[in-house]
């Protein structure tokens, strides 16, 4: 997940590269990160042990609310400490490894699993009694909770599954259907996606607020490392392409992922923005509305299941006008998993609340309620609502579509390299699109900095 959204799912590992190379080099930086962390958790390891409270850790605002629900339900107290994405996986990594009883729980995504699990920082469920559960966890999610010898180190509540979410009413005008299955052969390869994006153009219309809405399903056909050496295959390039021409061909309104227009365009109109324009800045922003000649509305946006919420939060007046269909491969993306420290000394405290968050059934009935479609793990729950009907989204069968999905995700493209490779992939493909670099130049530049970064993986130029 770029820059966490406001609802709290989508999360990156900006420090992708620093966290590979902090597995060789944490012993000399965790004096100074120490520093930071505590003051972050705003105490150390021994007046730690003077508080019953479970203190948890996490990038995703949504644990607060499972937190005050657990607190509600069972009178035990939780202290829920939200950190910057950016600094959450070296402040976790700092305090664990040197030793701290706190925090009890952290989270992490399934591209920071994995440095988690050879760190030896998260306990082992399985003493706890988590195999007991294991077949009530759609399978890929409660997989991608063990580590590399089967042993269950984590958990998540969700699932998510990609798709593609699109306005009903703009799809009526333009497409004479707003039907999932005819929409989705609108998105079925990237030289269709583009098609579609003229056809849209041409009415009006953009495809999409930015040109990175694909993202998601660009990691959908090999992982960025195999066998310890870099991949670039067609399907990378055939997506650089694709961003490219988005961006070239004017079929975005150049509002930037998870910037305040890239929200706002959910709930209708919104102005065509200049190209390059800075829109994280709120000033230069301004400035650029004022300039715009031109507004247009978005037709789509590519996320995950957990869109829902930042939908939700979002679409205003546009609210019930909305369908989901498959994008251009089977993809997914994010997700909380929860884990304890090894250092914890409230194990069973902190298991009690893992089982609370994923694998209460009360609890999910809850969350679905209070999330407004979040779609969860839980195969009890799952197979309960998945005939139910979802009016924002033309009564489409959210749950059922969503846990057909997972059932194709491959956990085998994900590797903790991945939002490392991913952001300067990316880069790559802006120098591209601004005219900055040609494709070879930028191309070049990329393995130039995967071989500096990584220097223990094989780059074949």
Same mark, same amino acid.
């Given at each position: 997940?770029?820059?966490?959204?406001? =609802?709290?799912?989508?999360? *990156?590992?900006?420090?992708?590269?620093?966290?590979?190379?902090?597995?060789?080099?944490?012993?000399?930086?965790?004096?100074?990160?120490?520093?930071?962390?505590?003051?972050?958790?705003?105490?150390?390891?021994?007046?730690?042990?003077?508080?019953?409270?479970?203190?948890?850790?996490?990038?995703?605002?949504?644990?607060?609310?499972?937190?005050?629900?657990?607190?509600?339900?069972?009178?035990? #107290?939780?202290?829920?400490?939200?950190?910057?994405?950016?600094?959450?996986?070296?402040?976790?990594?700092?305090?664990?490894?040197?030793?701290? *009883?706190?925090? /009890?729980?952290?989270?992490?995504?399934?591209?920071?699993?994995?440095?988690?699990?050879?760190?030896?920082?998260?306990?082992?469920? $399985?003493?706890?009694?988590?195999?007991?559960?294991?077949?009530?966890?759609?399978?890929?999610?409660?997989?991608?909770?063990?580590?590399?010898?089967?042993?269950?180190?984590?958990?998540?509540?969700?699932?998510?599954?990609?798709?593609?979410?699109?306005?009903?009413?703009?799809?009526?005008?333009?497409?004479? *259907?707003?039907?999932? #299955?005819?929409?989705?052969?609108?998105?079925?390869?990237? $030289?269709?996606?583009?098609? &579609?994006?003229?056809?849209?153009?041409?009415?009006? !219309?953009?495809?999409? +607020?930015?040109?990175?809405?694909?993202?998601?399903?660009?990691?959908?056909?090999?992982?960025?490392?195999?066998?310890?050496?870099?991949?670039?295959?067609?399907?990378?390039? $055939? !997506?650089? /392409?694709?961003?490219?021409?988005?961006?070239? /061909?004017?079929?975005?309104?150049?509002?930037?992922?998870?910037?305040?227009? @890239?929200?706002? +365009?959910?709930?209708?109109?919104?102005?065509?923005?200049?190209?390059?324009?800075?829109?994280?800045?709120?000033?230069?922003?301004?400035?650029?509305?004022?300039?715009? =000649?031109?507004?247009?509305?978005?037709?789509?946006?590519?996320?995950?299941?957990?869109?829902?919420?930042?939908?939700?939060?979002?679409?205003?007046?546009?609210?019930?006008? @909305?369908?989901?269909?498959?994008?251009?491969?089977?993809?997914?993306?994010?997700? *909380?998993?929860?884990?304890?420290?090894?250092?914890?000394?409230?194990?069973?405290?902190?298991?009690?609340?893992?089982?609370?968050?994923?694998?209460?059934?009360?609890?999910?009935?809850?969350?679905?309620?209070?999330?407004?479609?979040?779609?969860?793990?839980?195969?009890?729950?799952?197979?309960?609502?998945?005939?139910?009907?979802?009016?924002? !989204?033309?009564?489409?069968?959210?749950?059922?579509?969503?846990?057909?999905?997972?059932?194709?995700? $491959?956990?085998?493209?994900?590797?903790?390299?991945?939002? +490392?490779?991913? /952001?300067?992939?990316?880069?790559?493909? &802006?120098?591209?699109? =601004?005219?900055?670099?040609?494709?070879?130049?930028?191309?070049?530049?990329?393995?130039?900095?995967?071989?500096?970064?990584?220097?223990?993986?094989?780059?074949?130029?």
């Amino acid at each position: 997940m770029s820059l966490i959204n406001e =609802t709290g799912y989508k999360s *990156t590992l900006q420090e992708g590269g620093n966290i590979m190379k902090m597995k060789r080099v944490v012993a000399v930086a965790l004096a100074a990160i120490m520093t930071v962390s505590l003051a972050a958790c705003g105490g150390s390891g021994k007046e730690a042990k003077k508080s019953d409270k479970l203190v948890i850790w996490t990038l995703a605002k949504d644990l607060q609310d499972f937190a005050d629900k657990y607190t509600k339900e069972t009178g035990k #107290e939780c202290e829920v400490v939200i950190v910057d994405p950016a600094d959450y996986p070296t402040k976790v990594q700092a305090a664990i490894q040197s030793g701290e *009883t706190e925090p /009890d729980i952290v989270v992490g995504e399934p591209k920071m699993l994995d440095t988690y699990y050879e760190a030896g920082m998260l306990a082992d469920l $399985d003493e706890l009694g988590a195999q007991d559960y294991s077949d009530k966890i759609v399978d890929y999610v409660w997989k991608k909770g063990q580590d590399a010898d089967g042993v269950q180190r984590a958990i998540s509540y969700q699932i998510t599954p990609a798709g593609i979410y699109y306005r009903r009413d703009i799809a009526q005008k333009v497409f004479g *259907t707003d039907d999932p #299955e005819e929409i989705s052969k609108l998105y079925a390869d990237y $030289d269709t996606v583009l098609n &579609t994006a003229q056809t849209l153009k041409d009415a009006g !219309y953009k495809i999409f +607020a930015s040109d990175g809405e694909m993202k998601v399903f660009s990691d959908s056909k090999e992982a960025w490392v195999k066998d310890d050496t870099l991949q670039v295959g067609q399907s990378r390039l $055939d !997506y650089m /392409d694709l961003c490219v021409k988005l961006y070239q /061909d004017n079929y975005t309104a150049f509002a930037e992922q998870w910037t305040a227009p @890239w929200y706002t +365009a959910m709930a209708g109109e919104i102005p065509v923005y200049e190209a390059g324009t800075d829109l994280w800045d709120d000033d230069a922003r301004a400035e650029a509305e004022k300039k715009a =000649t031109e507004t247009t509305e978005v037709f789509s946006y590519g996320l995950p299941s957990w869109g829902v919420l930042t939908m939700r939060d979002n679409y205003k007046d546009t609210e019930g006008k @909305w369908g989901v269909c498959k994008g251009p491969g089977s993809a997914f993306d994010g997700g *909380t998993y929860l884990g304890i420290s090894a250092n914890s000394e409230k194990k069973d405290e902190a298991w009690d609340f893992i089982k609370f968050c994923t694998l209460n059934e009360d609890t999910m009935e809850w969350w679905l309620d209070f999330s407004k479609g979040d779609t969860v793990s839980y195969i009890p729950t799952l197979e309960k609502h998945k005939d139910d009907e979802n009016a924002t !989204y033309g009564n489409e069968k959210l749950y059922a579509f969503w846990q057909s999905e997972a059932e194709n995700i $491959d956990l085998s493209l994900v590797t903790p390299y991945d939002q +490392a490779i991913g /952001d300067a992939w990316a880069s790559a493909i &802006t120098s591209i699109k =601004t005219g900055q670099s040609t494709k070879e130049e930028a191309i070049s530049a990329f393995y130039d900095e995967i071989e500096s970064t990584y220097p223990e993986l094989k780059v074949n130029r």
